[in-house]
């Protein structure tokens, strides 16, 4: 009866939509990683070895392993449905989804900064506003983060065109080639300024894509079933957290980066398929489902209050982490679900009215079946 709260919070917003096996656990697991790595040197937090400081990272790639999957698995499964791929549908989603939560916080950092409260650097405003956070490289620590938000962002506008454009069928080739360019990218990387500043985190993206496009031909291969089926999996997960901590930035960027991509999405499709497990159970646990629900309204705000650098008791332990939850479930219910159930309401007008939001476009190669999707 307990944890009925968490179905009707999560219901609340996305209704009565789909939920894939894990993938919210795994999140909430990719935004502790965060909320650790952040909170480790603020005053009055036990733990302050530097060590927790690389865990921020890591976080922020298995959200782009699970974004890369999950938004592939979206388009696929439209695809199946629909025969084509409505692509004003797909960015008119995305849009309410996303940003209304962040333009709410950006404006509420804006006023803080005219009030004096905080300290934005030059171009801060501008670059949070446009999505292109991740090619500024002097932003400051009140929007910095929105860096990984605007790598999402570049992803959802281009990948479901490249998709269009070249068929699901043609896309593992270039997903493969992004593969093996991100490493060399990142090694050019600091002579090139920003400009690589998506090429290097696009890898981490396509692993999820390539997931997404290859599930069901992987199940059926002998040796990817002994992978997922080995009481040895767990090296896996292990591996990938090891390949964090790779004290050689250069060999991180060429190898380490790649295992990491690499060994997330294996952990992920094992957590997928294997729900009913220890493991699974615990990931699909209702309370740890909904952190996973709250972690994009988590990830939003927890850059106000887990602030190592501020002396304002707004950001010592244990205030700065109950601050962060209460921002983000005032996010969540007040901007976050009030547009999410605006979305809803659109589109049942538009199916009622016997139409869509956007007509697919048709894509001339066979449907790919089997893919299964929520939004989130």
């Known amino acids: 009866m307990g944890y009925r709260v968490f179905h009707e919070l999560r219901r609340y917003a996305f209704g009565g939509q789909r939920v894939i096996p894990s993938l919210d656990g795994l999140r909430a697991i990719s935004i502790a990683c965060v909320l650790l790595a952040h909170l480790t040197g603020t005053r009055g937090f036990p733990l302050s070895s530097t060590v927790f400081y690389r865990l921020g990272e890591f976080g922020v790639r298995v959200f782009f392993v699970i974004s890369g999957y999950l938004i592939t698995s979206i388009l696929l499964e439209e695809w199946r449905r629909r025969g084509g791929l409505g692509l004003g549908r797909f960015y008119f989603r995305r849009t309410l989804r996303l940003m209304p939560a962040a333009y709410v916080l950006i404006a509420v950092v804006g006023l803080l900064s005219a009030q004096g409260l905080l300290r934005l650097e030059r171009g801060d405003f501008l670059f949070a506003a446009t999505y292109t956070m991740n090619f500024w490289e002097g932003r400051g620590w009140p929007l910095g983060h929105l860096w990984s938000l605007a790598v999402e962002e570049q992803f959802y506008l281009l990948w479901p065109l490249t998709l269009l454009r070249r068929t699901p069928s043609r896309t593992p080739g270039l997903l493969l080639g992004i593969l093996a ?196």
């Open 181 to 376: 360019l991100a490493p060399v990218a990142r090694l050019a990387s600091p002579y090139v300024g920003p400009a690589f500043n998506f090429v290097v985190w696009a890898d981490t993206l396509a692993t999820g894509c390539l997931l997404a496009l290859w599930r069901e031909r992987l199940h059926v291969h002998p040796l990817y079933r002994r992978i997922l089926g080995s009481r040895w999996f767990l090296a896996v997960p292990l591996a990938a957290l090891a390949a964090n901590y790779i004290p050689s930035t250069k060999v991180t960027w060429l190898l380490g980066a790649t295992v990491m991509n690499v060994a997330i999405a294996l952990s992920a499709d094992w957590a997928m398929k294997n729900e009913a497990s220890p493991v699974g159970r615990a990931l699909n646990w209702p309370p740890i489902a909904f952190v996973g629900v709250l972690s994009y309204s988590l990830y939003l705000w927890q850059q106000l209050f887990l602030n190592r650098y501020s002396a304002s008791p707004l950001c010592a332990f244990p205030l700065n982490l109950v601050l962060t939850v209460l921002a983000a479930m005032a996010s969540y219910l007040l901007v976050e679900a009030q547009f999410l159930r605006l979305r809803a309401r659109v589109e049942r007008r538009h199916r009622a009215a016997g139409t869509s939001v956007a007509s697919p476009q048709p894509l001339p190669s066979p449907v790919l079946a089997g893919a299964r999707a929520v939004d989130g």
